[in-house]
């Protein structure tokens, strides 16, 4: 699910508390959250609804002025039933806590654990470390450049550095990454031996 940028900030000063689309299949949950550019949108229900259903009140708690205005949008799409999605605030994103917040030694394991199972569930050679200290020794550098430095697709190499962002270990830049506080400490730990034998495999 995209969000303007405009809707979430009316999201997020509770001036829009819906939201509605025409879905083959719904990319959000009652009770999930969306990560979003503003932080992490929590949605507190999900269901489907006839056109005729929709009121007046719907389209301006979405942000529409009219429910005209909002049948006119939701309708350049045909296909899919329609969904109505309530959102119930945005909160920071976690990521940004997670990425300044060091472990303590107990959480090591843990942390080079979940490390292994990313290396085991993806095709080829183990990644994760490698792609931590190429991030590490080469701050700022353009995805397209890293990935090619390790002989890796430029789509593989970005999808692999989300899911250490959501660990908290890498940070997005304007041009290419670095790591996070809690990246470094991990790095450090692999570099002087302190994880070794501690993740299984």
């Given at each position: 699910?995209?969000?303007?940028?405009?809707?979430?900030?009316?999201?997020?000063?509770?001036?829009?508390?819906?939201?509605?689309?025409?879905?083959?299949?719904?990319?959000?949950?009652?009770?999930?959250?969306?990560?979003?550019?503003?932080?992490?949108?929590?949605?507190?229900?999900?269901?489907?609804?006839?056109?005729?259903?929709?009121?007046?009140?719907?389209?301006?708690?979405?942000?529409?002025?009219?429910?005209?205005?909002?049948?006119?949008?939701?309708?350049?799409?045909?296909?899919?039933?329609?969904?109505?999605?309530?959102?119930?605030?945005?909160?920071?994103?976690?990521?940004?806590?997670?990425?300044?917040?060091?472990?303590?030694?107990?959480?090591?394991?843990?942390?080079?654990?979940?490390?292994?199972?990313l290396d085991s569930r993806s095709e080829g050679p183990p990644w994760t470390k490698q792609v931590l200290a190429l991030i590490a020794q080469q701050p700022a550098v353009?995805?397209?450049?890293?990935?090619?430095?390790?002989?890796?697709?430029?789509?593989?190499?970005?999808?692999?550095?989300?899911?250490?962002?959501?660990?908290?270990?890498?940070?997005?830049?304007?041009?290419?990454?670095?790591?996070?506080?809690?990246?470094?400490?991990?790095?450090?730990?692999?570099?002087?031996?302190?994880?070794?034998?501690?993740?299984?495999?």
């Open positions: 699910m995209i969000l303007r940028a405009e809707v979430l900030e009316q999201i997020r000063e509770g001036r829009v508390t819906l939201a509605f689309r025409r879905w083959r299949r719904p990319s959000v949950r009652s009770g999930g959250t969306l990560l979003t550019s503003m932080g992490q949108v929590h949605i507190s229900d999900v269901t489907t609804l006839a056109e005729d259903d929709i009121t007046e009140a719907d389209a301006y708690r979405a942000g529409y002025a009219s429910r005209d205005e909002l049948l006119d949008d939701l309708n350049r799409r045909s296909e899919g039933a329609i969904y109505r999605v309530a959102f119930a605030g945005i909160t920071p994103d976690p990521r940004i806590a997670l990425r300044e917040t060091l472990p303590d030694e107990e959480e090591l394991p843990r942390i080079l654990q979940r490390l292994d199972q353009l995805a397209e450049v890293l990935a090619g430095r390790i002989g890796m697709e430029k789509y593989t190499f970005k999808q692999r550095v989300r899911k250490l962002k959501a660990l908290g270990l890498t940070i997005s830049l304007e041009r290419g990454y670095r790591l996070s506080p809690r990246g470094e400490w991990l790095l450090e730990r692999i570099a002087d031996g302190s994880g070794d034998g501690v993740a299984t495999r």
